[in-house]
């Protein structure tokens, strides 16, 4: 399983969800989405949007692990 860390990497920057979505251009809702775990795929441009504002690699917002872990 594929986890968001959107709130780790928000709670790290110190930077709200409203502050990124004007940064990145992405609804609160999409973004939200994405935060929650619900979401089934996520673009390349949008993950380049959010390393870019976050100043991060993707392998600090993206976690794999196996199904059941938490």
Same mark, same amino acid.
């Given at each position: 399983?594929?986890?968001?860390?959107?709130?780790?990497?928000?709670? @790290?920057? @110190?930077? $709200? #969800?409203? =502050?990124?979505? =004007? @940064?990145?251009?992405?609804?609160?809702?999409?973004? $939200?989405?994405?935060?929650?775990?619900?979401? @089934?795929?996520?673009?390349? $441009?949008?993950?380049?949007?959010?390393?870019?504002? #976050?100043?991060?690699?993707?392998? =600090?917002?993206?976690?794999?692990? =196996?199904?059941?872990? $938490?």
């Amino acid at each position: 399983m594929i986890t968001v860390n959107l709130d780790v990497m928000l709670a @790290k920057r @110190k930077m $709200s #969800l409203t =502050e990124l979505s =004007e @940064k990145v251009d992405i609804t609160l809702a999409n973004l $939200s989405i994405l935060k929650t775990g619900k979401a @089934k795929a996520v673009r390349f $441009s949008t993950l380049d949007a959010l390393c870019r504002a #976050l100043q991060c690699q993707p392998g =600090e917002l993206l976690e794999f692990t =196996e199904d059941g872990e $938490s």
